[in-house]
Each structure stands twice: as C-alpha cells, then as structure tokens.
C-alpha cells in the first residue's frame, strides 16, 4: 500500500508538472533587449507584466506561450535604470504561430 501511494504521489506530480509546461500566455506590448536578457511586457487578461527570458526574438503584436520560473518583485534593472514593479524570469518563451489568413474571394 506504501509503494501504491508512493507512485501514485509521482505520477501526480508529474501531471502537475506536464501541465505547467507553458503556465502563461500573452500578447507582446512592448520589448527590450539588455545585458543578456530580454524583456517583454505582456497583457494578458487585461493585465499587463513584465517578463525577463534567455535573448528571444519576439515583435509587438504577436501572441506568446511561457514558462515561469520564479517572479522577483521591485525588480532594479541596473542596465536599463529602472525598477519593475514584479519581474518574472522564464525559462521558456514561445511565438504562437499566427492563424493563416484566407484570401478574399
């Protein structure tokens, strides 16, 4: 019964962890590159954040899934001198391909 608890608390988690892989999801405001990493303020459900990924290329408009990794609040940027209100690091930024347009007939 312990080992039956056991794998059933893994697989569990590992369900946990399969749906978190792309956590949020967002329409790029704006975007910076700066000392390695770059920044891209997202609005998401009428909220706006920022987030601070490896270097990406990611233009204003397009729809993006990530990956959160941890969330820093009163973020300094030294590079860019200025402070953030709430900074999430991710580990993974996506471009969501844009849906095809059907030509006019």
Known sequence: M???CVLLR????AGLTVAAAFAGEGQVV???????YTYIE???NGQKDWLAAEPVKVSVGQKIQF??????????????QRTFPAMRFVNTVKVVPS???VPAK
């Open 42 to 44: 997202v609005e998401q």
């Open 10 to 13: 893994g697989i569990a988690i």
């Open 2 to 4: 312990k080992i039956l």
């Open 99 to 101: 849906a095809p347009s």
């Open 67 to 80: 990956e959160e990794f941890s969330l820093m609040t009163n973020f300094r940027s030294e590079s860019l």
């Open 30 to 36: 704006s975007t910076m590159d700066s000392a390695g």
